[in-house]
T-cell receptor, first 111, second 113 residues
Framework: GQQVMQIPQYQHVQEGEDFTTYCNSSTTLSNIQWYKQRPGGHPVFLIQLVKSGEVKKQKRLTFQFGEAKKNSSLHITATQTTDVGTYFCAGGDNQGGKLIFGQGTELSVKP | DAGVIQSPRHEVTEMGQEVTLRCKPISGHDYLFWYRQTMMRGLELLIYFNNNVPIDDSGMPEDRFSAKMPNASFSTLKIQPSEPRDSAVYFC???????????FGSGTRLTVV
């Protein structure tokens, strides 16, 4: 079945350093969404990418969708302690409304 | 809107007991999803509904699990009988449609002893 792989599993950075997480799918995706889950919390929707090669920015966060619509990345510039949490990508299949979530990247930021 | 509401927030039960988790989606959302989260397996889709109709239940682990959505404002996930390996956080999420983000509830942390 469809799989969405995400790397790295963990990332520890010093405050102010950049952070990137990568997402790869075994099949072409209809769209990709990104979520953030704070420790002890629930996933919160950040953004959706739909078009091939699409790039979107939210303040210090930059999201990209690959040309083949099989991969995506989230880059955070100059991390802050408030960025701590697990970042999930979730790929939409082309057959219905469901999303397949990656395993997530847990980000810790050392002040 | 109060968001997606799940109850209970925590549930501790003994092996063999029946457990019922509840979810109230956001009004107007046509899709409702049940996910299970564990350290080992991450976020797993169990089942989802569109307009109260189950569309895909291929993620339901086994016959011990069942889910219903009797109306647009309520869904239940039932485990009978429960087993220790069912211990996890169960999330309900809802959305307008395939091109919209999901809104997750706060989850139910289930512990089966």
């Amino acid at each position: 079945g469809q799989q969405v792989m995400q790397i790295p599993q963990y990332q520890h950075v010093q405050e102010g350093e950049d952070f990137t997480t990568y997402c790869n799918s075994s099949t072409t995706l209809s769209n990709i969404q990104w979520y953030k889950q704070r420790p002890g919390g629930h996933p919160v929707f950040l953004i959706q990418l739909v078009k091939s090669g699409e790039v979107k920015k939210q303040k210090r966060l930059t999201f990209q969708f690959g040309e083949a619509k099989k991969n995506s990345s989230l880059h955070i510039t100059a991390t802050q302690t408030t960025d701590v949490g697990t970042y999930f990508c979730a790929g939409g299949d082309n057959q219905g409304g469901k999303l397949i979530f990656g395993q997530g990247t847990e980000l810790s930021v050392k002040p | 809107d109060a968001g997606v509401i799940q109850s209970p927030r925590h549930e501790v039960t003994e092996m063999g007991q029946e457990v019922t988790l509840r979810c109230k989606p956001i009004s107007g959302h046509d899709y409702l999803f049940w996910y299970r989260q564990t350290m080992m397996r991450g976020l797993e889709l169990l089942i989802y509904f569109n307009n109260n109709v189950p569309i895909d239940d291929s993620g339901m682990p086994e016959d011990r699990f069942s889910a219903k959505m009797p109306n647009a404002s309520f869904s239940t996930l039932k485990i009978q009988p429960s087993e220790p390996r069912d211990s996890a956080v169960y999330f309900c999420a809802s959305t307008f449609g395939v091109n919209y983000g999901y809104t997750f509830g706060s989850g139910t942390r289930l512990t089966v002893v």
